[in-house]
């Protein structure tokens, strides 16, 4: 019995010295959580820590912790550190269904708070026209807003309304009332519109999510319609390592 744990001990360690640098530490870490030796919620060994460990550089360090934030098991917080974390820990939407982020937030048992960035009028201009359906100069309502999840951005959301269908908009207070609940309550939805991709983030949704160096980024483009009236186009971004969208579909 022993000789065989002494075998599978050594052929363990033959496998990992024989693994590319980044996959030993990837191992490490893993192994680490596994075990429950850094349970969920536990900040683990800083990358500069890693590095002089393994003797390594920086970047393969960096490399092993993007596979497994990537996977779920890490979550990076900007000025924290990085966290083991699981798959549970990501806040969740539908995404074959419109809701109100505040109420998303507060039904996980979160606190909900927003920053309205940009809250201005325009008129469209050829992207903006296309987005919402109209003639190049039409007035449309235009703003800028990052959703936090107990101070943690979770939602950077930039949206254009057709100020014919929703008038009022300039004037709400979008820290009190979201525009999701705003145009539910003023434009009754009949229709939407959902895309979904994986993007690399410029600096200014970097920075407003508070993403990290190689911190993945989801985009929801979103449009929606109220009666034959398409009132309000949207693009959602969210942090790929704190967010996913799910969907249910019933088959008869």
């Excluded at 919620?41 to 393994?54: M, P």
Aim: net charge neutral.
């Amino acid at each position: 019995m022993y000789n065989h744990l002494y075998s599978q001990s050594k052929d363990e360690a033959t496998r990992m010295s024989s693994s590319p640098l980044y996959l030993q530490i990837k191992h490490y870490i893993n192994d680490k959580i596994e075990s429950g030796q850094w349970p969920i919620g536990h900040r683990i060994t800083t990358e500069i820590e890693l590095t002089k460990q393994f003797n390594v550089s920086r970047m393969t360090v960096n490399k092993a912790i993007r596979d497994l934030v990537a996977e779920g098991k890490l979550q990076r917080k900007p000025r924290l550190g990085t966290f083991v974390c699981s798959n549970q820990d990501k806040a969740e939407s539908p995404l074959l269904d419109i809701r109100n982020i505040a109420v998303e937030v507060k039904q996980r048992g979160k606190a909900y708070s927003s920053k309205v960035l940009t809250q201005i009028a325009l008129d469209a201009d050829e992207a903006i026209a296309t987005k919402l359906g109209v003639m190049l100069g039409t007035a449309v309502f235009y703003s800028e807003i990052v959703h936090y999840e107990d101070k943690s951005p979770i939602q950077y959301e930039l949206r254009w309304v057709n100020a014919s269908y929703a008038p009022d908009y300039l004037e709400q207070d979008f820290t009190e009332m979201t525009p999701n609940q705003y145009l539910s309550e003023n434009c009754p939805l009949s229709a939407i519109e959902h895309t979904v991709e994986a993007i690399v983030a410029d600096g200014p949704v970097r920075n407003a999510l508070r993403l990290g160096g190689n911190e993945p980024c989801l985009l929801l483009n979103r449009r929606t319609w109220s009666h034959d009236k398409l009132v309000s186009s949207a693009l959602l971004y969210h942090p790929g390592t704190r967010y996913k969208l799910s969907s249910k579909v019933l088959l008869s």
